[in-house]
């Protein structure tokens, strides 16, 4: 059971040039989520999904794009990279409420860097 | 618009010492609020969660306090260690939302030896 993970780590990509981030949870969690962390300002949500097939802007979701094809997978498309997209993006999975069992496991997390 | 203020910024205690992390929201249909622990280079786990009618929960060394009236809550760690130096986040839930958590800016703590 690996949980959450995520490709790639570290990317370093140039202003205008475009990435996907990969997501995968093995534990069939329906709802996922994409946050990005900036310093000092904790974590923004950028898409969320509540199933295959179904997906939600969040907090701050201008630049991207994300997919839910299936249950495990969940990916992250940056179009057009500029480097306010700089952060270190975090991919979560819950599962369906449970006895208010609301928790969010996260992944390792990838650094981006738009230079 | 920040809807969950977090302070402060960092924190440093000495082992054995009490750690004290405040959280305050605006919102009154938040209904859940979970704390995470971030350590380098990880992503954030759970720590420790709460409903609103609830004042108090207690879980090991971990304690959240509830006040809503005030609409604040927060982390209590006792006898803090070294390994418990990370960065803490507050959250908060509202109710019939699909769990989009909206989190506090984050508690950097550091625990000397």
């Known amino acids: 059971n690996a949980g959450v993970t995520q490709t790639p780590k570290f990317r370093i990509l140039k202003i205008g040039q475009s990435m996907t981030l990969q997501c995968t949870q093995d534990?069939?969690?329906?709802?996922m989520y994409w946050y990005r962390q900036d310093p000092g300002m904790g974590l923004k949500l950028i898409y969320y999904s509540v199933g295959a097939g179904i997906t939600d802007k969040g907090e701050v979701p201008n630049g991207y794009n994300v997919s839910r094809s299936t249950t495990e997978d969940f990916p992250l498309r940056l179009e057009l990279a500029a480097p306010s997209q700089t952060s270190v993006y975090f991919c979560?999975?819950?599962?369906?409420?449970?006895?208010?069992?609301?928790?969010?496991?996260f992944g390792p997390g990838t650094r981006l860097t738009v230079t | 618009q920040q809807q969950v203020k977090q302070s402060p910024q960092s924190l440093i205690v000495q082992k054995g010492g009490i750690s004290i992390i405040n959280c305050a929201y605006e919102?009154?249909?938040?209904?859940?609020f979970p704390w995470y622990q971030q350590f380098p280079g990880k992503g954030p786990a759970l720590l420790i969660a709460i409903r609103p009618d609830v004042s108090e929960k207690k879980e090991g060394r971990f304690t959240i306090s509830f006040n809503k009236s005030a609409k604040q809550f927060s982390l209590h760690i006792m006898d803090s260690q070294p390994g418990d130096s990370a960065t803490y986040f507050c959250a908060a839930k509202k109710a019939g939302s699909a769990r989009q958590l909206t989190f506090g800016s984050g508690t950097q703590l550091t625990v000397l030896p």
């Open positions: 534990m069939n969690h329906n709802y």
């Open positions: 979560a999975s819950s599962r369906l409420p449970s006895s208010g069992a609301y928790e969010q496991y």
């Open positions: 919102n009154t249909a938040f209904d859940y």
